[in-house]
């Protein structure tokens, strides 16, 4: 109950609602809401949220409150709300929904200037309702692709400012047919007040051009002519919500091979997008988890194993040499049209040149990719923002997000109190609720998303991408200025990567200066200690932990490549107490292109030059034994080299040893292909346990009893104490039991997944042991210090482990170090929406400035 009172006496209270409630029919369900229980008021949309006058019997208006808060329509989320009683208002006659405030249509832009708090909607895929609507011969919506409502459709990527009306949309020069306008004015109706609402008499329209631009085709007759051009092999551009896909026929060898060559792109795997479920399940299998994140109104790329034998026969260049694949299913009324009529996978890649941002207007794919397409299905509303599909895996049987995009971003994040100047010494959050300021974080180089704290909330935007082209700082540009602009912002606070270098520690402060007088200062995180931070912002701790981050690379305090970081850290700051002993990087940055240099740096650690070409390994089988003497040169006198203790690199090293990569490996491939490699050992051992042919088991359930497994070889990672806390993991012990494995026996399919578990394995065992170590010793020293004190220490918070890092996107050790913590009864902090890769420094980077007063 709202309130205790008589409950017979007419009462007026409004009732102010922040978090996801605008585009989401939040306005006519409160309508509804209103009218069931007999009230009179008002409800509007402004840039804090949504506003609502309730005037009636205080209990009706009390209970219709409580409806409104507990049952919010499917889209919305309620991160807070207030209830004020005001004076009863004879104007009140009836119940309407009134025009918003601010923004393009309204008045009240001192709104906007000061500040909006409500949370940017993700755009989501087609409802139940609008496919029945475009499948229906006598809807009005029939076989129109850009059907939407409350419950659907786009919602960032067409938004330009708030509040979230159609004028502060790309849809504001789509004049409404008087059909789509009674529907938008009815409350009743499921489109009231649906901003993107159109129909083919009013809407956007389709047309087919060729890869010069010229027109071909219009309407539905360019969507047939594409389904004609798919089916003969074609590559067509196709545009989508948040930009453009690459399509192409996913069982025509042909023209997967054909697009693998136009786009320069040899190996890394694309996604396919089939028709539904079943079609689905026909190609992959997976957990319950990963079918529910495949089927979610967010419609990601979830990653799932592949059927042996799928009746849909993918081409082998989809994926090659992967037993995952990544599956999609339509989210708008184009794709789900395209499917219906093809009935087959197609693959669905983002239109991009390599490294740069997703390409979202025709004349973009003209320039840049004529000579990879056959054609491109266009459309006549504009693109606001560039989004990237979300990608999903499954990890534990927990949805783990690799990438934070459509219909998951902008990530919109509920603070327990307004952010305001702290003092980190004395309290985590000071609530005098004046003194508000705005925080910017910066995020990283690679994977880069930025994040802004203000008012009550923390949002971290879509995925940007790599900041390595021009390109790439325009759309880093682009979101950092929309988002303050749209909020009406001006940071107080920059907080940026330790690196120099990175390009978003350059844009953001400046950025931020150009918005704002005085200058606003800047401060820098430590990269890895931001990868635990964001963990920790993600449930909202601040007490410590124990955090493990392994991922590629990451400047150290010590001005050298980090990457395999075992820190005690809360808000206040961290201690680095173990990393794997350094190795080099022969030729700096030609190292993390070239894994061939990685394993020589740690082959070079304990061999010399002609014990190594007499290993006649097979990963140097076709290595001149000239060069190998040159980088040993380089090697002994330190020249070119630079040390690194970085995880992702040992996975690196370790995934050439075995021939899993070649000289060239893109991005996450080392780590894909020895959890695949790692799997298969598994459900090989599983079978022979068993005694049973049950070869299909799911990776969650094999990975459930994998602790419990013999595995075929055991290595370990032996941890060296040195001065003071520090510790060091024996990198070179670790490898060379690796190397003699493999100098053993033949490198069979088999062997490599024996290999490939056991350095996974060892490295788990490395965590749980030093977790172990770690806590005990806690414990002694707390019950040292309280010998004598009659206070129970009951109250200690419990021992906590993170994991994070981009390595731990490998599911076999992420999955093997949880189970491995949590039977020792360690809770491990687990996200499902935040990568815990690069994506997610900035909310790291946030979390830490919001506990820090440096104005």
């Known amino acids: 109950m709202f309130r205790a009172s008589d409950e017979s006496e007419a009462c007026h209270y409004q009732l102010t609602i922040q978090g996801i409630v605008q585009g989401v029919g939040f306005r006519p ?136 009306d159609r004028q502060a949309t790309t849809m504001a020069d789509f004049a409404m047919c008087p059909a789509c306008e009674r529907a938008y004015h009815d409350p009743l109706d499921r489109r009231y007040h649906a901003q993107p609402i159109s129909c083919p008499d009013c809407g956007p329209q389709l047309r087919l051009l060729s890869p010069q631009g010229t027109e071909l085709a219009a309407r539905e007759a360019a969507l047939t002519q594409v389904i004609s051009a798919l089916s003969q092999g074609k590559i067509l551009a196709v545009k989508g919500l948040g930009g453009f896909h690459l399509m192409c026929d996913a069982t025509h060898a042909t023209a997967v091979q054909s697009l693998r060559a136009r786009k320069h792109r040899p190996a890394k795997p694309f996604a396919v997008m089939v028709k539904d479920e079943a079609m689905a399940q026909t190609l992959v299998e997976g957990t319950p988890a990963a079918w529910d994140a495949l089927t979610s109104r967010q419609r990601p790329i979830v990653l799932m194993t592949k059927r042996q034998d799928p009746q849909n026969n993918i081409a082998e260049a989809v994926a090659p040499d992967l037993d995952a694949l990544g599956v999609m299913l ?34 973009a794919v003209i320039e840049h990719l004529a000579h990879v397409v056959d054609g491109i299905l266009d459309h006549d509303r504009p693109i606001a923002h560039p989004c990237d599909d979300s ?39 000071t609530v005098t609720r004046t003194n508000y300021r705005t925080l910017l974080a910066a995020g990283a180089q690679q994977k880069n998303s930025v994040a802004l ?41 920059t907080v940026c990567d330790k690196h120099p270098d990175y390009a978003s520690s350059r844009l953001a402060p400046a950025l931020a200066q150009a918005a704002c007088s005085p200058q606003p200062a800047v401060i820098t995180v430590q990269h890895h200690y931001a990868h635990i931070l964001a963990q920790m912002a993600m449930h909202q701790r601040t007490a410590p932990v124990l955090g493990f981050a392994f991922d590629g690379t990451g400047l150290g305090d010590d001005d050298t490549i980090w990457g395999a970081e075992a820190m005690v850290a809360d808000i206040h700051g961290y201690q680095r107490v173990a990393s794997l002993a350094p190795f080099m990087l022969i030729g700096g940055d030609k190292a993390v292109q070239d894994p061939t240099r990685l394993l020589l740096a740690l082959l070079f650690e304990r061999y010399s030059v002609e014990a190594i070409v007499a290993m006649q ?26 040390p690194c203790s970085s995880m992702g690199r040992l996975f690196d090293a370790v995934a050439r040893l075995l021939g899993l990569v070649g000289n060239a490996p893109y991005e996450g491939e080392a780590g894909m292909k020895l959890a695949d490699a790692a799997q298969r050992d598994c459900i090989q051992r599983d079978a022979a346990q068993r005694h049973s042919s049950q070869h299909h088991s799911s990776q969650h359930q094999d990975m459930q009893d994998a602790v419990s497994l013999a595995p075929t070889l055991s290595f370990t990672l032996p941890l060296i104490k040195i001065e003071g806390n520090d510790s060091l993991w024996d990198t070179q012990a670790l490898f060379a039991q690796i190397v003699e494995a ?71 050790l992420n999955a093997l170090c949880q189970q491995k913590l949590n039977a020792c009864g360690m809770q491990v902090l687990s996200s499902t929406d935040l990568p815990v890769n690069d994506a997610s420094i900035a909310l790291g980077q946030l979390w830490y400035g919001l506990h820090h007063d440096h104005e």
Not at 331 to 340: G, N, R
Not at 400 to 424: F, K
Not at 625 to 631: E, G, K, T, Y
Request: charged content about 10%.
């Open 742 to 812: 493999v100098i053993a026996s033949p490198l069979t399919p088999e062997r490599i997944g024996a290999i490939a578990w056991g350095f996974i394995a060892a490295l788990a065992d490395a965590v749980q042991q030093f977790a172990v170590s770690h806590f005990a010793a806690e414990q002694d020293s707390t019950q040292n210090s309280t010998q004598g004190c009659v206070q129970n220490r009951a109250d200690a918070p419990s021992p906590c482990v993170v994991l994070c890092g981009g390595v731990f996107q490998n599911t076999v």
């Open 617 to 642: 390994l097979e990963a140097l089988a076709e290595v001149d034994p000239r060069w190998i003497h040159n980088l040993h040169r380089l090697w002994g006198a330190k020249a070119a080299c630079v």
């Open 391 to 429: 990608v999903v895996q499954v990890c534990n049987d927990q949805p783990m997000l690799m990438r934070l995009g459509r219909g998951y971003a902008p990530l919109t994040l509920p603070l327990p109190e307004p952010v305001t100047s702290s003092d980190s010494q004395t309290s985590s959050w």
């Open 29 to 164: 369900f409160v309508y509804r809401s209103a009218m069931a229980f007999g009230l009179n008021g008002t409800v509007l949309n402004n840039a804090q949220g949504v506003t609502v006058h309730l005037q009636g019997a205080l209990a009706a208006v009390d209970a219709c409150m409580a409806a409104i808060i507990a049952n919010p329509p499917p889209l919305a989320r309620i991160d807070s709300h207030a209830v004020t009683a005001l004076p009863m208002d004879p104007q009140l006659t009836d119940f309407q929904i009134i025009r918003s405030e601010g923004g393009a249509s309204g008045t009240a832009v001192s709104d906007v200037q000061s500040g909006a708090s409500v949370a940017l909607s993700p755009d989501m895929a087609t409802c139940p309702d609008c496919l029945q609507d475009i499948a229906d011969p006598a809807s009005r919506f029939y076989r129109y692709p850009f059907t939407n409502c409350t419950n659907c459709g786009p919602r960032y990527s067409i938004i330009r400012q708030l509040p979230y």
């Open 330 to 363: 339509p989210y708008t009324p184009l794709h789900t049209l395209l499917l219906e009529c093809l009935a087959r996978p197609l693959v669905a890649t983002s239109a991009n040149i390599s490294g740069e941002p997703i390409l979202t207007s025709a004349e």
């Open 453 to 493: 704290a203000f008012g009550q909330q923390m949002v971290v935007s879509p995925y940007i991408g790599d900041l390595h082209t021009l390109a790439s700082e325009q759309h880093y540009h682009q979101t950092v200025t929309f988002l303050q602009q749209c909020y009406g912002l001006t940071p107080t606070l």
